[in-house]
């Protein structure tokens, strides 16, 4: 998939983000999220952590990480469902 191609699905994109905005307490790991996705969405031959960061503009790999810091803590369902 092209970034472009995601630009088009933008609202259909965004609300497929939205039904997992409530797992991240704080706005800033909900953003990098929605990077992260965009990231492993997108057309690279390879998906391992330096493309992705290079893809979604971040210096280095270890910022997606930093995506599962910032959720709630909650059962393994509660963040399922």
């Not at 929605?34 to 290079?54: F, T």
């Not at 893809?55 to 469902?81: F, K, L, N, Y």
Request: aromatic share 8%; charged share 30%.
């Amino acid at each position: 998939m092209t970034t472009e191609e995601l630009d088009e699905w933008g609202a259909d994109f965004m609300r497929f983000c939205a039904r997992f905005a409530d797992v991240f307490g704080r706005k800033e790991p909900r953003a990098q999220a929605v990077k992260y996705l965009r990231g492993l969405m997108a057309s690279v031959p390879r998906k391992n952590g330096w493309q992705v960061a290079e893809v979604i503009g971040d210096r280095i790999p270890d910022v997606p990480g930093a995506v599962e810091c910032g959720c709630r803590s909650g059962s393994p369902a509660e963040i399922h469902d």
